[in-house]
Each structure stands twice: as structure tokens, then as C-alpha cells.
């Protein structure tokens, strides 16, 4: 609000001009009020984000330790996953929050490398701070970060390798797969899990669009068994069992009634009394119930439907009747498994008794129900489906701390997976990409006059902290083996050379089959040079004294 004494009132505080223009900032309750600005501010900013870059540095790569966090109810979550960790340490820091965000972008947009850009972005800060020690203005900082990451975005292009997305050839996709878990808990079954993944979305996958639907694959953890037994059922994996224990437990060639409307007899729409005075009116009661039931069954079973999948329940009469006529049933089956079931059998969901016939059936070639060792637990499974395009990974593992570790893991590699179906380019990891880029920026560095050119240096040693972090993890001297990985790369010209994190003896990442997805790494970039300019523009910060 602007007043007549030419004050600017604020929340917090009072933007006031003298009699030569000058502004005076008054704030409220000043006593309460602490107030940190200009270097301080920056430098403390820096802190609070470098230090949760620095909880995650151990993390990176396929030698990266995995973090145990428990909640204030004792739930124990055990990963190495970057969104997972800081989503889980409730960051209370405003700037820290920021990371929380980037990677939680990362994750939302990519779906992997959600380690690597908050490590990055740390790296970043911390170059920055060494140049705002030198006196350099955080925004000429800031637009050297942005100069530098357009050099190393058209020189990752320059360096990607295409291939073309064949169902036929899937092993440069199962081989990138490979690398997204590789840094994973899961990381003794990579090809295995890697496989099904790429399985997955190849089976729901729109070429038209080059795009995945993700609500197509439902992920369904169970513990008991290995990770090993983790298997991809083309079809449809129902946490629910036949509605009565005399249903037979395997079906074949069936055709599927999905129904939203219960078994249950007709009720009025409005309030109303029905007075039972009398035996005569119980039993007249009994029959209409009775007539009711038959006729909705008969009506089920006129459309030629062996099997029934209701959305809601049914009670003990209806479930009898239903054994007696030998129709098969499920009750209490979820909307979004319903869509599923309808996507899979090529049926419709049918809202009436009234509207079921032949043409709105669903076709399974089985529908079997699973059980568990020793204990009650049920699961069905719907396969054999005429339509593909809906299909259920079922995860096992000996424990829920491995199993959600294990569902976490096959989500990342779902997401590379519908990367490389989106962007076909794939570059090469182990810090190869980020060492080529390093290399690159340096060179363009020296053709700048202006300031911009410490920026640009001081990215290209924020990307070199990438493979000194990789190396680190790996039981490396960080500095050695990140001087022989850029001498090689200058000696050999080739771009693929980088770390090697699990010693097989050559660092040629191409050799390995260690490949990333190219707008991952890109996405990254940004990103977190999008989250370091934001902190660098701050320096300016109020609170109240109870904060």
C-alpha cells in the first residue's frame, strides 16, 4: 500500500524516502527481527546448500553407500535414491528446501539422476563462492553459469550417440537400463530387472506418439520370495481373491463381465419404510430378493460372461447364487484396476444388468489365483490378454525395506526406458560426458575478455567434481584418476573415456555399456544451474525472531 508520506507498507516492514529520495527500510518489531544481507547472506545460502549436496555425494555412482532413514513412527526406509533421501530428512532450511525441489524436478521430469544434479549443484555453489570471494557480482556469476551450460548442452549433442528404437534390437535400451540400477540395492539382478523394465514399456509404448502412459504398468510388491522371482505379467495383477473358497481357481478362455453396479436388489431412490409385520411379509421379502438375485445372474449369464469382476460388494445370498450357477466372482475390485482390466480384455465397464451383452465382454486366456507359502494371502492374475497394452510387474523381495528399495529402483529404470523411447540419443557415463564437457568449456574460456570467463572455469571444475566424486566412492585417489581420465580423453580424442567405477580393467565407458540418456543429462544441466542462479540473486534475508 502507498501512502500520502510516500511509505511503501509491506508485510514485514517499511519502505520510507527522505527529502533527497533516498530509501529507508523500517522494520517492524525490529527488536525481533533478524536480518543477514549482502556476502553474508550469500555465503550462508551457500552453506546450507552445499551441505546437503554433501550428504548425497556419497551416494553417486555404482559404488555409492545407501543411506537408512527413520521417520517419527519408526518406519525404516533404506535407498540410495537422491529424491527419496531428501523427500525423507524433512529439510526445515529455505534455501536447503531449494535442492529438495531440484530434486524432486529431476525426479517429476526425468525420473533418474536425481543424485548427480543436487551433487552437481553443489559444486556449482561452491565454485561460486570462490569467485564471490574475489569480488565478482553474483549476477555476472550467474550469466557465465548460463553461458557455460548452452557450451557444454551443444557439445553433449555434438559428442550423443543415436540409435534407432527397434523392438527387435532392445539391448542398447536394456544396457542403459543396466546403468540406471547399477547404482541400485538391486544392482546383483541388473539384467533381469532391466529387462523387464524395457519389456514393460516397449509393451505400452505409442509409437505414433513416442510417448509411455505410466498408468498402463502397475507395479505390485509382495514380500517373501528373492528378487530374483520379480517377473512381468502381461496383464492384469489383482491384490484380491475369488469371492467364494468352492470358485474354481483357474479359468481359461474366459470372457470377463466388468460391472460397476453391485449385486444387490433394487432400492428406492428417495427415502423410504418397508414394514415387515408379518412371516407372510418376510417370505414375500425373501422371494423378491431372491427373483432379484437370479435375475441379474441370468441376465450375466445370457451375455455368455464365465467370470465377473464387480466394483463393489455383494452379500453371503449373492455369493451363493453366484457358486450355484458357476460363475466365478470378484468383488471390491478398484476403479483404477477396473480401467486396467477393461484396457487388457478389450471389455466395457457396464454401469446395468440392463446393458450387458456379448459385445461388452472382456476375453482372458487365464485367470488364475496365486497364494503365498503359508499364510491367507491371495492375489489374482488376468493374462493371455488380447490387448498388450496393459501389463503388471510383480516384485519380490525378502523384506518391505527391499521391496519399495526394489519398486524405487524399477521406477527410475521405467523412466530411462520412456526417455529412450521419447529422445533416442544416448551418451556415455561413469563422468566421461561431464570430463568432455569440462575439457570443452575450458577452451571456450580463453577466447572471453570479460569476467565471464572465471564463471565459465569455475563451471568446468564444478562438472570435474562429477568424476572426482565417482572415483571417491569407488576407493580411487579422486584427483589421480580424474588427471589420467582427461589426459586420456585429450590423447585419444574419444569422448566415452571416464571412470571405472567397477573395475573391469578399462575406462572406455563404450566398452563397458555404461550409456545415459542424452536429455537426461541435459535436463540436469539446466536445472540445477536454474536452482544456483536463484540462490546467487538472494541477498536479502528478514525473519521474524521466532525463526
Known sequence: RVHGDHTLQLESMSLAFDENGRPIIILREQEKKSRIRGLEAHKQHILAARTVAQTLRSSLGPKGMDKIIVDGDGE??????????????????????????LSKSQ????????????????????????????????????????????????HLRT????????????????????TALGSKIVNRDLRHLATIAVRAVVSVADMSRRDVDFELIKVVGKEGGRMEDTTLIEGVLLEKDFSHPQMPKELHDVKVALLTCPFEPPK????????????????????????????MIQRVKDAGADAVFCQWGFDD??????????LPAVRWVGGVEMELLAIATGGCIVPRFSDLSAAKLGRAGTVRELSFGTTKDRMLVV????????????????????????????????????????????????????????????EVADTY??????????????????????????????????????AAQVATGNHAIGIDCSI???SDMRVQGVFDPLHSRIMALRLAVGVCQQILKIDDVIASGEQ
Open 76 to 101: 525404516v526406509t533404506v535407498t540410495n535414491d537422491g529424491a527419496t533421501i531428501l523427500e525423507k530428512m524433512h529439510v526445515e532450511h529455505e534455501i536447503a528446501r531449494l535442492l529438495v525441489e
Open 107 to 154: 525426479d517429476n521430469e526425468i525420473g533418474d539422476g536425481t543424485t548427480g544434479v543436487v551433487v552437481f549443484a553443489g559444486a556449482l555453489l561452491a565454485q561460486a563462492e570462490v569467485l564471490l570471494d574475489k569480488g565478482i557480482h553474483p549476477i555476472r556469476i550467474s550469466d557465465g553459469f548460463q553461458t557455460a551450460c548452452e557450451i557444454a548442452v551443444n
Open 159 to 178: 559428442i550423443a550417440d543415436h540409435f534407432e528404437y527397434d523392438e527387435a534390437n532392445l539391448e542398447p535400451m536394456i544396457q542403459t537400463c543396466m
Open 268 to 295: 428406492a431412490k428417495t427415502k423410504h419404510v418397508l414394514t415387515v409385520a408379518s412371516r407372510e411379509d418376510y417370505e414375500k421379502l425373501y422371494v423378491s430378493e431372491q427373483e432379484a438375485f437370479r435375475t
Open 317 to 326: 445370498e449373492a455369493n451363493h447364487l453366484l457358486l450355484q450357477n458357476n
Open 383 to 442: 493374462e493371455n490378454c488380447p490387448n498388450k497394452k496393459a501389463v503388471t510387474i510383480f516384485v519380490r523381495g525378502g523384506n518391505k525395506v527391499i521391496v519399495k528399495e526394489t519398486e524405487r529402483s524399477i521406477h527410475d529404470a521405467l523412466c530411462v526406458a520412456r526417455n529412450l523411447v521419447r529422445f533416442s540419443d544416448v551418451i556415455y557415463g561413469g563422468g566421461s560426458a561431464e570430463i568432455s564437457c569440462s575439457l570443452k568449456i575450458t
Open 449 to 486: 575478455t570479460s569476467v565471464e570467463q572465471y564463471a565459465l572455469r569455475a563451471f568446468a571444475a564444478a562438472l570435474d567434481d562429477i568424476p572426482m566424486a565417482l572415483a571417491e566412492n569407488s576407493g580411487y585417489d579422486s584427483i589421480a584418476a580424474l588427471a589420467a581420465a582427461k
Open 504 to 506: 573391469r580393467g578399462t
